[in-house]
């Protein structure tokens, strides 16, 4: 399996007296090439588990394994590094930086990737700007561009480094029907070509486009589901 939660639980202690537990104890098994949807309400931890799987939040219990590699005693640099290497995170808003035009925000990862030059960052960021459709808006800032664009941005810019992994949390969120067929349409692009994706969100019209889908609910992983309707 290329994601693997054993027994996995996530607690944050909030004062002496309170604990609470987005991720209790939950066992997933990806293989690669899956497309894997996870949905559930507004702070149900589908979140956390997302950030669990980056590598961005340790588990208090359990085991994390990416591509084999257990993830909970590596060094934070080694857990950035095989980040850098291995994955793409489609955060929940744009998180682009305003100064940068859109391929500057696009290639930007690059710099910090050991096997790529910025000058070979750059060439790649105007590749996959043309792929979500964007080749006609290079130079424009996030302002200058539509909720829309700005998400395919950041698609964009997750593809940069030619992830394995595409980690994407909520990626659709506050988007208009039409525009967010057309993320899907790009995410099911991505997975085609062979990138694997786990994806979060609170939409069960979107799990159509998925090989497999899980609900969560108050941390926990129920078992997998299927939605009756057709959005794919």
Not at 7 to 36: C, H, M, S, W
Not at 104 to 109: D, I, M, Q, R, T
Not at 123 to 130: D, G, H, I, W, Y
Not at 198 to 215: G, I, N, P, Q, Y
Request: glycine share 8%; net charge neutral.
């Amino acid at each position: 399996m290329l994601i693997s939660f054993n027994d996995v639980t996530k607690q944050y202690n909030l004062d002496e007296e309170k604990i609470i537990t987005p991720v209790n104890r939950v066992n997933l098994a990806i293989a690669g090439g899956d497309f894997t949807i996870i949905t559930g309400r507004s702070g149900s931890g589908k979140t956390t588990l997302l950030n669990l799987a980056a590598g961005l939040v340790r588990p208090t219990t359990g085991r994390i394994l990416i591509g084999g590699v257990d993830i909970k005693n590596m060094s934070d640099k080694g857990i950035s590094l095989m980040r850098n290497r291995t994955m793409g995170f489609i955060f929940q808003y744009p998180s682009l930086i305003p100064s940068l035009n859109a391929v500057e925000n696009v290639a930007l990862p690059c710099i910090f990737h050991k096997y790529s030059t910025y000058s070979d960052g750059y060439k790649r960021a105007v590749s996959l700007l043309q792929t979500v459709g964007l080749l006609d808006r290079l130079e424009a800032r996030p302002k200058q561009l539509s909720a829309g664009q700005q998400r395919r941005v950041v698609i964009a810019r997750s593809l940069i480094n030619n992830p394995t992994i595409l980690l994407a949390d909520e990626p659709t969120s506050d988007l208009d029907e039409c525009t967010e067929r057309e993320i899907m349409d790009l995410l099911l692009k991505i997975h085609t070509s062979g990138t694997t994706i786990l994806m979060v969100t609170h939409s069960l019209e979107l799990t159509a486009c998925a090989t497999s889908v899980f609900r969560m609910e108050n941390g926990v992983l129920e078992g997998s589901i299927r939605s009756h309707q057709h959005f794919c």
